[in-house]
């Protein structure tokens, strides 16, 4: 009996160890939930893109050496605090950096399109929203500071440490696949530029800063909604959170929620994105959303702007949504 038992024991340690070295031994999957078999995957003919698309599953992958990008998106939920959200491991090359794209490029932050829209006419793998700061001009309201390549477009903010809705808290990204967070009137809109930073978001607060929550997300913040955040795990490697809320299966959560999340995760650097009717993440140019499982209704805000990551002619193109 004791030999059999020691037999059994023997036999589950070389089952574990024969996953973990075994060529399809996936630990996202393992952690998040993932499918073991993604039987959507394909190789696209004529060229080295892999793509997967598991929506029962909530499963969204895609790479290209050439690009030097890889997107694994996967869906997770707590049924025990009614959350529902995404996330999103990006790991991108110096050659195919982060896009920030306008609605209005002659004009950044005049113009508004359906996120679909926007990421389907730019061929755009992965989108998900960023501040936008198009929604504050058009009410005419502070903007924060805004940089999109390397230019200057709006500079007036808040004071730091302010509580208000956004607080303007900034998100820097540099060329050099990194991204800083400061607060809303850290720096002005040229010391950005003087350290060499090509695009700074505007929104807030900050999540994370040199791997230390925000202490104001402790008390403050705390109204549970949809939410979306971006954070760096190191150079060119990001995570992103999107989180569904105001239905059934999901009542959203609070900002402290996504800081916590992504020190999980090993985010040294964040920041809290619009969110609300803003809130969206997109695969393949489809919203990944439980209310509208094939991505096609539309719903939601239009946008004046996305941060993107990769391009591919499989992105189908733009002709419109349901109502």
Request: a neutral charge.
């Amino acid at each position: 009996m004791k030999r059999s038992g020691w037999i059994r024991r023997m036999a589950a340690v070389v089952l574990v160890l024969s996953l973990f070295l075994s060529d399809g031994y996936n630990a996202a999957a393992e952690n998040t939930g993932a499918p073991a078999t993604q039987a959507a995957t394909d190789t696209v003919a004529g060229t080295d893109e892999t793509v997967t698309q598991d929506n029962d599953n909530g499963y969204w992958f895609y790479q290209s050496k050439a690009q030097g990008v890889r997107i694994e998106i996967t869906r997770h939920e707590d049924t025990e605090n009614t959350i529902l959200w995404y996330e999103a491991d990006l790991q991108f090359s110096e050659q195919s950096p982060l896009q920030f794209l306008t609605s209005n490029t002659e004009k950044p932050g005049k113009g508004f399109s359906y996120p679909e829209k926007l990421a389907r006419d730019n061929g755009a793998v992965f989108a998900i929203n960023d501040d936008q700061f198009g929604y504050r001009l058009y009410n005419r309201k502070k903007s924060g500071v805004i940089i999109r390549n390397g230019k200057i477009l709006y500079e007036k903010t808040s004071e730091n440490g302010n509580l208000g809705w956004p607080t303007l808290d900034t998100a820097a990204f540099f060329a050099d696949g990194t991204m800083r967070v400061y607060q809303s009137a850290e720096l002005t809109a040229q010391q950005y530029l003087d350290l060499g930073a090509q695009t700074v978001l505007s929104f807030g607060p900050w999540l994370v800063r040199d791997g230390e929550k925000n202490p104001l997300l402790k008390k403050d913040f705390t109204t549970r909604e949809p939410r979306s955040a971006i954070g760096m795990i190191g150079p060119r490697h990001y995570i992103v959170l999107s989180v569904e809320g105001r239905e059934k299966a999901s009542r959203g959560v609070g900002v402290e929620w996504l800081a916590e999340r992504m020190q999980a995760l090993g985010a040294t650097e964040a920041q809290n994105l619009d969110g609300g009717k803003t809130c969206c993440i997109l695969f393949m140019g489809k919203k990944l959303d439980t209310t509208n499982p094939k991505g096609i209704v539309k719903s939601g805000r239009s946008v004046s702007g996305l941060i993107a990551l990769g391009k591919s002619a499989q992105v189908p193109a733009y002709t419109g949504l349901e109502k």
